[in-house]
């Protein structure tokens, strides 16, 4: 079993940027891990995704604005987000333990989540 724990979500003006933080409860190395959002009445939508390689992947709608990373030394995974804008608002949540890196139905491991505000 592997606890997630989700951090630095808030609230922010559109253009703003925040940084979320997942901390797992044990070593992170050789699993998928990836960071998902959702908002009431929405599918679940990925966001971006790292590999066990250090390869990562991203939505449309994250690329060149979002950037994941992880520090494997403190089992930790990060969610650097820039230029946010209204429709970034969600619960964002961190997933471990995938086979595939953007496909959620692969993850076995979630955070409970930490919420994302972007006003205009």
């Known amino acids: 079993q592997v606890q997630l724990v989700e951090s630095g979500g808030g609230s922010v003006q559109a253009g703003g940027s925040l940084r979320l933080s997942c901390v797992a409860s044990r070593s992170i190395s050789g699993t998928y891990m990836a960071w998902f959002r959702q908002t009431p009445g929405k599918e679940r939508e990925a966001v971006a995704c790292?590999?066990?390689?250090?390869?990562?992947g991203y939505s449309n709608s994250a690329k060149g604005r979002f950037t994941v990373s992880q520090d494997k030394s403190k089992n930790t995974l990060y969610l650097q987000m820039n230029s946010l804008n209204v429709g970034d608002t969600a619960m964002y949540y961190c997933?471990?333990?995938?086979?595939?890196?953007?496909?959620?139905?692969?993850?076995?491991?979630w955070g409970q989540g930490t919420q994302v505000t972007v006003s205009s």
């Open positions: 997933a471990a333990g995938g086979s595939a890196c953007l496909d959620g139905r692969n993850y076995m491991y």
């Open positions: 790292i590999k066990p390689a250090g390869n990562t």
